[in-house]
């Protein structure tokens, strides 16, 4: 590694003779789930063990049932009523409209959080500036794109101290020693972006800079994608290759998802809170305190309150060595490679010995190969420089590997309630294989055990998931009477699927509230669409309008004050709310 020249070395020989590379081939994968083939992250170091825990993607069985367009309408129907509340002076109608749009949004996963949707961000960010006005705020964006303000008060001092101890020291050094091979490629892609530079150490309390970083929370990579936000800008996960796993490729997607977060919120803390643990979360916790001081916002998850801190921590002892009486070594030096596109598979192993050069070395500057072999549709290899019109010459000789990749293997926290039989039926799976992949051997699990479960297996070059998420096919699902609720659904999910709404479904199962559980069947509302565009069946749902009054609603749908009355049970005809939904009975 030490034999090879700077990074900068590298982009004055390309420049001037140009990249011995042939045309590459265009690589169209289907997603999967998260790899165990990787280098999971040490448990016993804060550095290289930062808490993701609410990184973790949702797997409840009706995720993928969710219609995410209709939601995102909805959620635009509920704030133009919170406007048209706030233009009337009704603070209160304004602020409780918009809890509903994020208990709207909240109720999808994080996986359809960061799913590509035009619209979603104008929302959020037009939500947040909505927030300001509820709370009589007149917000001044002192922070620019240029820098981050490095605060220094007593919870950042607290992070201080503990990294200086001994142990963690070493490990904020090892990785400091680390950042050497990416940091000039780093520093270049935030000179593009035109953010703060302070952003370079950040992979340190996200991987510390270990490319092949793996977390439980299907996190992976110096800067711990997981795998929907890594989809959403542009990393690609197949059985051979993961892209959040290649620093030059996760860089620019991490920069460009943390410039959005700052276009959001114009405030680097509040951007780098979101980047941790969402957007939702961060807005839903603006919207309770009617604040923007990150310092403020008591109620975001613990792992959240302390990673601005510690970034902010490790700003200070890296800038400011000498103060705090650290000593930086020398950091390894970058790769020098040059790219060569390999048409067939090939092992990392045969390759490194055509080439008379350490295998680890040709896997390091290949990190995103997940199992050592090239994909067969074709693959842009990294080499030394100088290396690639030797491989080239060499390529008939290296022979085709006939590796298929593993089984996926998935993740799963033990909840309150679960048991073995219960996780098995869930997976499709047998309480005696996650036994053995678990090396449990009788039935006690433990609330917050982590769990290997099955995920999914290859075939035909195409991931198939072999957990079916639902069996019913649309026309089924439109002409169902009744559904059996399982494990991880909700009222708001089995609406959705079956195109009806929680007040329908409630009424007609006669539920008090929200809570349903597994096994219980459901009645459900056989419904349509007429010319107005409303719900057809036996409930209606209908949101109120400025001007209405339950008499005016009665006439217009032609039925009776006291039949209304008795469907609303709860609802006041005095404290009627623009944009409530109230039942319409059939």
């Given at each position: 590694?030490?034999r090879?020249?700077?990074f900068?070395?590298?982009?004055?020989?390309?420049?001037?003779?140009?990249?011995?590379?042939?045309?590459?081939?265009?690589?169209?994968?289907?997603?999967?789930?998260?790899?165990?083939?990787?280098?999971?992250?040490?448990?016993?170091?804060?550095?290289?063990?930062?808490?993701?825990?609410?990184?973790?993607?949702?797997?409840?069985?009706?995720?993928?049932?969710?219609?995410?367009?209709?939601?995102?309408?909805?959620?635009?129907?509920?704030?133009?009523?919170?406007i048209?509340?706030?233009?009337?002076?009704?603070?209160?109608?304004?602020?409780?409209?918009?809890?509903?749009?994020?208990?709207?949004?909240?109720?999808?996963?994080?996986?359809?959080?960061?799913?590509?949707?035009?619209?979603?961000?104008?929302?959020?960010?037009?939500?947040?500036?909505?927030?300001?006005?509820?709370?009589?705020?007149?917000?001044?964006?002192?922070?620019?794109?240029?820098?981050?303000?490095?605060?220094?008060?007593?919870?950042?001092?607290r992070?201080?101290?503990?990294?200086?101890?001994?142990?963690?020291?070493?490990?904020?050094?090892?990785?400091?020693?680390?950042?050497?091979?990416?940091?000039?490629m780093?520093?270049?892609?935030?000179?593009?972006?035109?953010?703060?530079?302070?952003?370079?150490?950040?992979?340190?309390?996200?991987?510390?800079?270990?490319?092949?970083a793996?977390?439980?929370?299907?996190?992976?990579?110096?800067?711990?994608?997981?795998?929907?936000?890594?989809?959403?800008?542009?990393?690609?996960?197949?059985?051979?290759?993961?892209?959040?796993?290649?620093?030059?490729?996760?860089?620019?997607?991490?920069?460009?998802?943390?410039?959005?977060?700052?276009?959001?919120f114009?405030?680097?803390?509040?951007?780098?809170?979101?980047?941790?643990?969402?957007?939702?979360?961060?807005?839903?916790?603006?919207n309770?305190?009617?604040?923007?001081?990150?310092?403020?916002?008591?109620?975001?998850?613990?792992?959240?309150?302390?990673?601005v801190?510690?970034?902010?921590?490790?700003?200070?002892?890296?800038?400011?060595?000498?103060?705090?009486?650290?000593?930086?070594p020398?950091?390894?030096?970058?790769?020098?490679?040059?790219?060569?596109?390999?048409g067939?598979?090939?092992?990392?192993?045969?390759?490194?010995?055509?080439?008379?050069?350490?295998?680890?070395?040709?896997?390091?500057?290949?990190?995103?190969?997940r199992?050592?072999?090239?994909?067969?549709?074709?693959?842009l290899?990294?080499?030394?420089?100088?290396?690639?019109?030797?491989?080239?010459?060499?390529?008939?000789?290296?022979?085709?590997?006939?590796?298929?990749?593993?089984p996926?293997?998935?993740?799963?926290?033990?909840?309150?309630?679960?048991?073995?039989?219960?996780i098995?039926?869930?997976?499709?799976t047998s309480?005696?294989?996650?036994?053995?992949?678990?090396?449990?051997?009788?039935?006690?699990?433990?609330?917050g055990?982590?769990?290997?479960?099955?995920?999914?297996r290859?075939?035909?070059?195409?991931?198939?998931?072999?957990?079916?998420?639902?069996n019913?096919?649309?026309?089924?699902?439109?002409?169902?009477?009744?559904?059996?609720?399982?494990?991880?659904?909700?009222?708001?999910?089995?609406?959705?699927?079956?195109?009806?709404?929680?007040?329908?479904l409630?009424?007609?199962?006669?539920?008090?509230?929200?809570?349903?559980?597994?096994r219980?069947?459901?009645?459900?509302?056989?419904?349509?669409?007429?010319?107005?565009?409303?719900?057809?069946?036996?409930?209606?749902?209908?949101?109120?309008?400025?001007?209405?009054?339950?008499?005016?609603?009665?006439?217009?749908?032609?039925?009776s004050?006291?039949?209304?009355?008795?469907?609303?049970?709860?609802?006041?005809?005095?404290?009627?709310?623009?944009?409530q939904?109230?039942?319409?009975?059939?």
């Amino acid at each position: 590694m030490d034999r090879y020249l700077p990074f900068i070395s590298l982009a004055l020989l390309i420049g001037c003779a140009g990249p011995r590379t042939i045309e590459p081939a265009s690589h169209t994968v289907p997603p999967t789930i998260v790899v165990e083939e990787a280098v999971h992250i040490d448990s016993g170091n804060e550095l290289s063990a930062p808490d993701l825990t609410l990184k973790n993607i949702a797997l409840a069985d009706s995720v993928l049932t969710q219609d995410f367009g209709s939601l995102l309408d909805d959620a635009r129907t509920r704030y133009n009523s919170a406007i048209s509340a706030l233009g009337q002076a009704d603070t209160t109608a304004a602020q409780e409209t918009v809890d509903e749009v994020l208990g709207l949004l909240i109720h999808l996963s994080d996986d359809a959080i960061h799913t590509k949707h035009p619209g979603l961000t104008i929302l959020l960010k037009q939500l947040l500036e909505l927030m300001d006005r509820i709370h009589g705020q007149q917000h001044e964006f002192i922070e620019r794109k240029g820098s981050i303000t490095q605060v220094l008060n007593r919870t950042v001092q607290r992070r201080i101290n503990l990294y200086l101890d001994q142990k963690r020291l070493d490990g904020l050094i090892a990785a400091y020693q680390r950042s050497g091979l990416y940091i000039e490629m780093i520093r270049k892609e935030i000179a593009l972006h035109g953010l703060p530079r302070e952003l370079q150490w950040l992979p340190i309390i996200e991987s510390g800079f270990k490319s092949r970083a793996y977390s439980w929370a299907d996190a992976a990579g110096i800067w711990q994608f997981i795998y929907d936000t890594g989809r959403r800008y542009g990393l690609n996960r197949s059985g051979w290759v993961d892209d959040r796993m290649d620093p030059y490729k996760a860089t620019p997607a991490a920069l460009g998802y943390l410039s959005d977060l700052y276009d959001m919120f114009d405030d680097w803390f509040l951007a780098l809170a979101a980047y941790n643990c969402g957007e939702m979360r961060v807005l839903r916790e603006i919207n309770r305190t009617g604040t923007r001081d990150f310092w403020r916002l008591r109620r975001l998850p613990r792992e959240t309150r302390n990673y601005v801190p510690k970034f902010l921590a490790v700003l200070h002892i890296l800038e400011n060595p000498d103060k705090y009486g650290v000593v930086l070594p020398q950091t390894h030096k970058p790769y020098l490679f040059e790219e060569v596109e390999i048409g067939k598979s090939v092992t990392l192993k045969n390759v490194a010995d055509h080439l008379k050069m350490p295998q680890d070395e040709l896997k390091a500057m290949n990190s995103s190969i997940r199992y050592g072999v090239t994909p067969p549709s074709g693959f842009l290899l990294r080499v030394p420089l100088g290396a690639g019109l030797t491989l080239l010459g060499n390529i008939d000789e290296i022979p085709e590997s006939r590796f298929n990749p593993p089984p996926e293997i998935r993740k799963y926290r033990v909840r309150r309630g679960d048991t073995l039989g219960h996780i098995a039926r869930r997976y499709r799976t047998s309480v005696s294989r996650i036994r053995r992949m678990n090396r449990i051997r009788g039935n006690l699990i433990r609330i917050g055990q982590v769990l290997r479960v099955p995920g999914r297996r290859y075939n035909n070059k195409l991931w198939v998931n072999n957990v079916s998420r639902r069996n019913d096919s649309p026309q089924a699902a439109e002409n169902a009477n009744s559904h059996t609720v399982r494990r991880g659904d909700t009222l708001i999910q089995i609406a959705r699927y079956y195109t009806t709404t929680v007040m329908a479904l409630k009424q007609l199962n006669g539920l008090r509230s929200d809570t349903i559980y597994p096994r219980q069947v459901l009645r459900l509302t056989k419904t349509g669409k007429n010319s107005d565009g409303r719900i057809e069946g036996s409930a209606v749902t209908y949101n109120i309008r400025s001007g209405d009054t339950l008499t005016r609603i009665a006439n217009i749908f032609k039925v009776s004050l006291s039949a209304l009355r008795r469907a609303n049970p709860n609802l006041q005809a005095r404290r009627l709310r623009i944009g409530q939904p109230i039942i319409i009975p059939g």
